[in-house]
């Protein structure tokens, strides 16, 4: 009786060891399976005049795959995949995109390329990628051409804050700000990014029944600003509108603004941070600035974004923190998704589900939608207020779902 007992408990015991085995063992094969390498290309500028977008850049997007890759890697149709990145200085040249795009695809055998920033070598980039059905993610640069239907169709722009977006969502903001402005006068640069944004611009700033009272339009070698304020500020506007006008400009032109009395907001779309102006202009004369750049790590800034800014400045200081860092750690995040929804590492199919309306995509600012090959996420403004950015709430672009507001 006593060995038929512990016959059965052997079989017993045998039995829950084979259960077990046919569990662990595919767990335990996939756990010691190397991944494979998957190889993405990055386009920026590391020398030449967009070289400090580049490098940010750069480190939003290393800090993104470095954590993916701890994380476990990409995995798409059960195969691990560990990203490796390849990086190609554009030197803010067409032509200098074009031979990287070239060494990229035919000398690596790249598939997915991120970039590239400034619009004249996104859009050669695109063309590139367009004839050799290479997937496009990125596209830091303004130009409307780029999304045009039928044009660059392997390029998804994920920006995020384009002129149409952008001004869509400051101008509803700056209505809520500041209820009682009435008359605005503009300033930007006399070529044709001045003229495209400004013409972007102002179905918005009519709808919201705004006025525009002066546009001042000025060479953009232009050194000298004092006759180019005085011209936006003759009328009186209630408000000053800057243009997309470099940064050593907007500085030149706030500070000559505040010289000759104008006590009004000033509202820029130019690439400038709150903590430039300050210590351009210094804190009286940037007092009621608002820009396109917010403080990341202030005030309604949302919570991934604050914790993921937060350490990086403490890694690479205050002064490198850029919107651009932001803009590229999410690319990577959207790449893997767009991967693992695709079930596969072809180019064309992983395309496709950035085409799909409706799927939310990572963005430290909240939840994003790819509309037109668009990026629509929240954004948001700061202003200069007791000589610190200070962030207004988020505001939304047109088009972003209604109900995720």
Known sequence: MLKQEKGRLLTWLAGIYLVLMLVMVPILAEAQTPAKELKVGLITSLTGPGSFW????????????????NAGAVVVAGTKYNIKLIVEDDKYSPEETVKAANRLIFTEKVQFILGSTGSPPILALGAVCEQNKVFNLGAAGYTPELTKPGKNLYTVRAQGFIPKLLFGAMVNKFKEIYPNVKTLASIGPDDATGHSIYDTAMPYFKSAQFQMIEEVFYPRETKEQRAVVMRALAKKPDSLWQFSPPPEHIILQVREARFQGFKGPIWCTGTISPGYLIEGVGAESAE???????????????????????????????????????????????????????????PTA????????????????????????????????????????????????????????
């Open 54 to 69: 580049g490098i940010t850049l750069v480190r939003g997007i290393e800090s993104g795959f470095q954590e993916i890759n």
């Open 288 to 346: 009621g600035f608002v820009s396109a750049w917010d403080d990341p790590v202030g005030d309604n800034s949302p919570p991934k974004l604050k914790t993921f800014a937060s350490q990086f400045i403490a890694k690479y200081g205050e002064k490198a923190w850029d919107p651009t860092v932001e803009m590229g750690y999410s690319w990577t995040y959207m790449l893997k998704k767009g991967l693992e929804l695709a079930g596969s590492i072809d």
């Open 350 to 405: 992983v395309r496709d589900q950035f085409l799909k309306e409706g799927i939310e995509w990572p963005s430290l600012y909240g939840p994003a939608f790819i509309k037109d090959r668009e990026l629509l996420r929240p954004i948001i403004f700061a202003t200069i207020k007791n000589g610190k950015p200070t962030n207004f709430s988020p505001a939304y672009p047109p088009g972003y779902p209604s109900v995720r507001k």
